[in-house]
């Protein structure tokens, strides 16, 4: 009788450890996702220069890396249904004329040159998408004030 008894709470200790473990790891990637949602939506209608740009480009260059997002034949990372983050940004040109890039095409110029010619420049996120399965962030849209 006193090993059917010992043995039940050692399956009950082990059983609740493993909950609580299991807890724990869910807490602490919800709370990771937490941090990264509001580090993004803080740019959110938000007037920015383009040095605060050209930062959360690298940022966000640096998870999909961390997250090992794939990239299409261009270069460009490809949207996946988790945690993929992209950056679109609008600039405008002369006579009203607008051009749209992504991240990586801006990336690949250099953040050095992108300072140069856009580190005063004012820009605003007018829009945030997020993912539907993880509810992270999936795309924003930042415009060239």
Request: net charge negative; charged share 30%.
């Amino acid at each position: 009788m006193k090993k059917i008894i010992i043995s039940f709470i050692i399956i009950a200790i082990i059983v609740i450890t493993a909950v609580v473990y299991c807890n724990n790891v869910y807490q602490s990637k919800l709370r990771e996702l937490q941090k990264v949602n509001s580090d993004y939506e803080s740019y959110y209608n938000v007037e920015v220069l383009g040095t605060d740009i050209i930062s959360i480009i690298n940022k966000t260059i640096d998870l999909n890396e961390k997250n090992e997002v794939a990239k299409n034949e261009k270069g460009e990372y490809q949207e996946n249904d988790t945690n993929s983050i992209i950056i679109t940004v609008k600039f405008k040109g002369k006579d009203d004329e607008e051009f749209i890039y992504r991240m990586e095409n801006i990336a690949r110029q250099g953040s050095i040159e992108f300072v140069k010619n856009f580190g005063a420049i004012s820009f605003k996120c007018t829009n945030i998408e997020y993912h539907e399965k993880t509810k992270a962030v999936k795309s924003l849209f930042i415009e060239q004030m």
